[in-house]
């Protein structure tokens, strides 16, 4: 089986022509972010990405991580990796220079981010946990408490972990029960168990540094009074260097059905009663310091949707060109043809295709709008952006990680029986894709969000904008002519059920308070979708410009122009039926009771 190979050609496109990677560039502080450093820098990543971490997937699936005694062991090649991965400097690439990282835009970290992911998605876990950590602590932490964590963190020798699950309280955070006590120096003391705590513990950094959720005496009731705590494994004297061990421990480690190489941990912490934690922002805050890590987490598991399923899609392609079985219309009598002639095999391929390059630009736009809104100069258009950032989160996480899944199944379905035996390895996508609408928010969680906040944001400024710019696409198409022009006619459809979708939640949320939430998952799903199109037919605008200029690389473009087409005519008419499923309301969902659920 062939190792991952980075899709840098298509990854280049995006970042170019729908991230703005020019436009990123003269933003202060990414004056280095030139075409010729980004490109050195995905071509390098690539190499690390299929040399190194993807041949480590499939062992690293079989042997999994193990606790004894407390003691967490990673599988064979995990800590070599990863030391591999700190000495490239990879962890810290888009931290801020003040803090040795390498300052480049979040577009293109999403990029690395989906090669990371995409080759190795049990190994990519722990860097982005780490990522999450950095950006809190520069958000509210202290300057002491920057100066001492931020550069060990941004190099990756210290990794990072978020603490949020508790076993009794599930998504609901606020039903935490974890405690923290003040002591007379000026720390806490920590107590308390969480579960679900991605590389809660391993031997792969010499610290690593946990963001606990916890509850002061006194603090209010929910949400409102839950506090942020750093809690280093090792503690850390003032010089930075590592001093006693904390209090804390890995208790058990998680059997699941798929990351088994991702030590999935049970942490108890404050066992014998003197577990130090260092307040992070203010006391009852912790909610908005966690957010800030939660967001980033929420995109980077978004990526993880789309790494998965281009890795599928890979060892998909491969497969079907190799596999004979049947004999297509056209081919040559007396031969069996290889599968990828077939055209359900070349539906579902396609897509595969269609929806990993929709994906890619969702994901690495949303990252440019990141960008944008803490780079700009002026104040109204870092506004501006973080309102589409910020709407544009939800749909990446639900949407990518749901579409993870589905584009892993096809996989295992174009391999047929085989897809099914282990042997292949493509069974193990399916399985570590499942778990990405789970964790980090679970996708229902993203459409509550997005139709209970995010329409709302600004006064509805970013859904406003989505629109004129989906519109605009649409009229660009019409005037295009040919083919482009029967791509206007389903993108017009669309973002019109959409804004009418989207008219008639502003509409009836106010007057019940189960009407958005009822449909706030085909809202997403039509949503995302619906701007899925609207990107790739950018992508096609683009490309078809490329070419009447000359552009050498036609197979290229022609493919992305056909792609788009595709996603046109068999994938965006699903969004405009979802029209219905939006607008029913919550009626036929509590119409029959909870006793006749189980009859």
Not at 324 to 346: C, F, L, N, S, Y
């Amino acid at each position: 089986m062939a190792e991952y190979s980075a899709p840098l050609k298509d990854m280049s496109f995006v970042l170019n022509n729908i991230a703005d990677l020019a436009a990123l560039s003269r933003l202060e502080g990414f004056e280095h972010a030139e075409p010729d450093v980004v490109e050195a820098v995905l071509e390098e990543a690539g190499k690390f990405a299929g040399n190194v971490l993807s041949p480590l997937n499939k062992p690293g699936d079989l042997k999994g991580s193990h606790v004894k005694d407390g003691v967490v062991t990673t599988p064979p090649g995990w800590k070599e990796a990863y030391q591999g991965f700190v000495e490239g400097g990879w962890n810290g690439i888009s931290a801020p220079e003040k803090y040795d990282g390498g300052g480049l835009p979040s577009a293109v970290t999403m990029a690395t981010l989906e090669m990371w992911n995409a080759a190795n998605l049990a190994f990519a876990l722990c860097p982005l946990l780490t990522q999450g950590a950095i950006e809190s602590i520069m958000a509210h932490g202290t300057e002491e408490q920057q100066d001492k964590y931020l550069k060990k963190l941004v190099s990756g020798e210290w990794a990072a972990t978020m603490n949020l699950t508790e076993s009794q309280a599930g998504s609901d955070v606020g039903a935490l029960r974890s405690k923290a006590e003040p002591a007379s120096d000026g720390s806490w003391r920590i107590s308390g168990q969480k579960i679900f705590i991605t590389y809660g513990d391993h031997e792969m950094s010499e610290n690593i540094i946990h963001l606990v959720l916890a509850r002061t005496p006194g603090a209010p009731a929910g949400t409102r009074g839950i506090s942020l705590f750093i809690v280093p494994k090792y503690l850390v004297n003032d010089d930075g260097s590592l001093g006693a061990r904390n209090d804390l421990k890995c208790v058990s480690l998680e059997e699941k059905i798929g990351i088994h190489a991702s030590p999935t941990a049970v942490m108890s912490y404050g066992d014998d009663g003197n577990c130090v934690g260092y307040l992070l922002g203010a006391e009852n805050k912790g909610m908005a310091c966690m957010f800030t890590m939660m967001n980033s987490a929420r995109l980077g598991v978004g990526v993880q949707g789309l790494a998965i399923a281009e890795r599928a899609y890979q060892k998909a392609v491969e497969y079907a060109r190799d596999r004979r079985q049947g004999q297509a219309p056209g081919m040559p009598k007396g031969e069996m043809t290889p599968i990828v002639h077939h055209a359900d095999v070349r539906r579902m391929l396609m897509t595969m295709r269609a929806n990993i390059e929709a994906m890619r630009c969702l994901i690495y736009l949303n990252g440019a709008c990141l960008d944008t809104a803490h780079h700009a100069s002026d104040a109204a258009v870092r506004e501006t952006a973080m309102g589409m950032a910020e709407l544009l989160t939800p749909l990446s996480k639900a949407w990518s990680t749901d579409l993870g899944v589905e584009m892993a199944s096809l996989a295992v379905q174009i391999h047929g029986g085989m897809g099914f035996v282990e042997e292949t390895g493509v069974g193990q996508y399916y399985r570590d894709a499942r778990i990405l609408p789970i964790y980090e928010g679970t996708n229902g969680i993203q459409a509550l969000d997005l139709v209970g906040r995010k329409l709302g944001l600004q006064g509805g400024a970013p859904v406003k904008q989505i629109f004129a710019d989906m519109n605009g696409i649409v009229k660009q198409l019409a005037e295009a002519g040919g083919e482009m022009t029967a791509m206007s006619l389903q993108l017009n459809l669309a973002v019109a059920a959409l804004q009418e979708a989207t008219g008639w939640i502003y509409s009836n949320a106010p007057n019940d308070p189960n009407a958005a939430p009822a449909g706030a998952t085909p809202y997403l799903r039509m949503f995302a979708t619906t701007v899925g199109g609207y990107l790739l037919a950018k992508s096609a605008l683009k490309a078809k410009a490329l070419m009447t200029a000359g552009d050498s690389d036609k197979n290229f473009l022609s493919a992305k122009i056909v792609t788009a087409r595709f996603f046109m005519a068999q994938i965006l008419p699903l969004a405009t039926a979802l029209l219905g499923p939006v607008m029913e309301g919550p009626e036929t969902l509590f119409a029959i009771d909870e006793e006749q659920l189980s009859a």
